[in-house]
C-alpha cells in the first residue's frame, strides 16, 4: 500500500493527512475517509486501510490535539469536522463514504448533518449518541496528572478498550500512540468535551445510509450504546463478537468484512 502524507492547512492550523489515492482497479468505487476518536490517531486504521486500499481510495488523518496535527481547540464535534472538510478539500475529494470510530462517530454525523451532499454512507464503530457518565471523568484526569499521560493510557486502554485476552503488544502500541508526547492539559481538555458532548442533534439531521458497529465487549460505548445510536439512524446495530472498543486494531478483518458491502452498496447513493 502506497501513502503520500499531505500538510492540510486546517482551521486551527495544521492537519497531517495520509492518503493511498486512487487504485487502478477503483471503478466507480468512491473514497472512504477514517476518522479516529479521541485520544487516538491516524494509525489505528492502518490494519483497515489496508484492506480497503486495494478497492478504493483511503484517506485518514490526525485530527487536531492527537498526532502529528496542530495541539489548538477548540477539541468538540464541530471543530473535528471541520478539520475532515478541510482535508477533503485539500484533496480534491468533491464525496465519500465516511467512517468514525468513538468520538469520531459524532464527527462523521455532524459532517453528514452538515454538508449532506458530500456524503454517501457513514460508519460508526464503538460510538455512542452521548458518552456523559461512562466513565469518571474526574477521577481519571485526577490519575492522568498524577500518573503521566503514557501510564494512563497503558492502565486505561488495558482495561476499557480492548476486549478481554489482547495481545500485550496492541495495548502498548495504542497508548504510545495515544501520550505521543502531548500535553496533559491538551489530553485533559480532548477528555473533557467529548464525555460532556450529546451528538443528538446532529444524529437526528443524519439522511445518508448508516451502519454502527459495536465490539461484544466495548465496555466505553457498550451495546447499549450501540443500539440507541443504531436507532437514532434509522439503522440496525451489527455486534462485532469477541471484540472490544478498538475493534479496528484488534481485528481489522472482521471490521473490513462487517463494511464492505455497506460501502459498496452505497456508492451510487
Not at 73 to 90: E, K, N, Q
Given at each position: 500500500?502506497?501513502?503520500?502524507?499531505?500538510?492540510?492547512?486546517?482551521?486551527?492550523?495544521?492537519?497531517?493527512?495520509h492518503?493511498?489515492?486512487?487504485?487502478?482497479?477503483?471503478?466507480?468505487a468512491?473514497?472512504?475517509v477514517?476518522?479516529?476518536g479521541i485520544?487516538?490517531s491516524?494509525a489505528?486504521?492502518?490494519?483497515?486501510a489496508?484492506r480497503?486500499?486495494?478497492?478504493r481510495?483511503?484517506?485518514?488523518m490526525?485530527?487536531?490535539?492527537?498526532?502529528?496535527?496542530?495541539?489548538?481547540?477548540p477539541?468538540?464535534?464541530?471543530g473535528?469536522a471541520?478539520?475532515?472538510?478541510?482535508?477533503?478539500?485539500?484533496l480534491g475529494?468533491?464525496?465519500?463514504?465516511l467512517v468514525?470510530?468513538?468520538f469520531?462517530?459524532?464527527?462523521?454525523a455532524?459532517i453528514?448533518?452538515?454538508?449532506?451532499?458530500?456524503i454517501?454512507?457513514?460508519?460508526?464503530?464503538?460510538?455512542?449518541v452521548?458518552a456523559?457518565?461512562?466513565?469518571?471523568v474526574?477521577?481519571?484526569?485526577?490519575m492522568?496528572?498524577?500518573?503521566?499521560?503514557?501510564?494512563f493510557?497503558r492502565?486505561f486502554?488495558?482495561q476499557?478498550?480492548?476486549?478481554?485476552?489482547?495481545?500485550?503488544?496492541?495495548?502498548?502500541?495504542?497508548?504510545?500512540?495515544?501520550?505521543?508526547?502531548?500535553d496533559?492539559?491538551?489530553?485533559?481538555?480532548?477528555?473533557?468535551?467529548?464525555?460532556?458532548a450529546?451528538a443528538?442533534?446532529?444524529?437526528?439531521?443524519v439522511?445518508?445510509?448508516?451502519?454502527?458497529?459495536?465490539?461484544e465487549?466495548?465496555?466505553?460505548?457498550?451495546?447499549?450504546?450501540?443500539?440507541?445510536?443504531?436507532?437514532?439512524l434509522?439503522t440496525?446495530?451489527?455486534?462485532l463478537?469477541?471484540?472490544?472498543?478498538?475493534?479496528?486494531?484488534?481485528d481489522p478483518?472482521?471490521?473490513s468484512a462487517?463494511?464492505?458491502?455497506?460501502?459498496?452498496?452505497?456508492?451510487?447513493?
Amino acid at each position: 500500500m502506497n501513502v503520500t502524507s499531505v500538510n492540510v492547512d486546517g482551521p486551527v492550523g495544521t492537519i497531517v493527512a495520509h492518503d493511498t489515492g486512487e487504485p487502478s482497479t477503483a471503478g466507480g468505487a468512491l473514497p472512504v475517509v477514517l476518522v479516529h476518536g479521541i485520544n487516538m490517531s491516524a494509525a489505528v486504521w492502518n490494519g483497515l486501510a489496508e484492506r480497503l486500499a486495494p478497492e478504493r481510495r483511503v484517506v485518514t488523518m490526525d485530527l487536531r490535539g492527537h498526532g502529528s496535527s496542530v495541539m489548538s481547540g477548540p477539541y468538540d464535534a464541530a471543530g473535528y469536522a471541520a478539520d475532515v472538510l478541510a482535508t477533503m478539500g485539500a484533496l480534491g475529494i468533491d464525496r465519500a463514504h465516511l467512517v468514525g470510530t468513538s468520538f469520531g462517530g459524532p464527527v462523521v454525523a455532524t459532517i453528514a448533518a452538515s454538508a449532506p451532499d458530500r456524503i454517501a454512507s457513514i460508519t460508526a464503530l464503538g460510538s455512542a449518541v452521548s458518552a456523559e457518565g461512562a466513565v469518571d471523568v474526574k477521577a481519571g484526569l485526577a490519575m492522568l496528572r498524577e500518573v503521566g499521560a503514557l501510564d494512563f493510557f497503558r492502565g486505561f486502554m488495558g482495561q476499557a478498550s480492548f476486549a478481554p485476552g489482547t495481545d500485550p503488544a496492541l495495548i502498548e502500541e495504542a497508548a504510545q500512540q495515544a501520550a505521543n508526547g502531548r500535553d496533559v492539559d491538551v489530553i485533559a481538555e480532548v477528555v473533557t468535551v467529548a464525555f460532556s458532548a450529546d451528538a443528538s442533534d446532529a444524529v437526528a439531521k443524519v439522511q445518508a445510509p448508516a451502519l454502527v458497529l459495536t465490539g461484544e465487549h466495548d465496555m466505553t460505548c457498550p451495546v447499549p450504546a450501540g443500539e440507541q445510536l443504531a436507532a437514532a439512524l434509522g439503522t440496525e446495530l451489527v455486534v462485532l463478537e469477541g471484540r472490544g472498543h478498538m475493534a479496528m486494531v484488534e481485528d481489522p478483518g472482521a471490521v473490513s468484512a462487517a463494511i464492505v458491502p455497506h460501502l459498496a452498496a452505497n456508492d451510487g447513493t
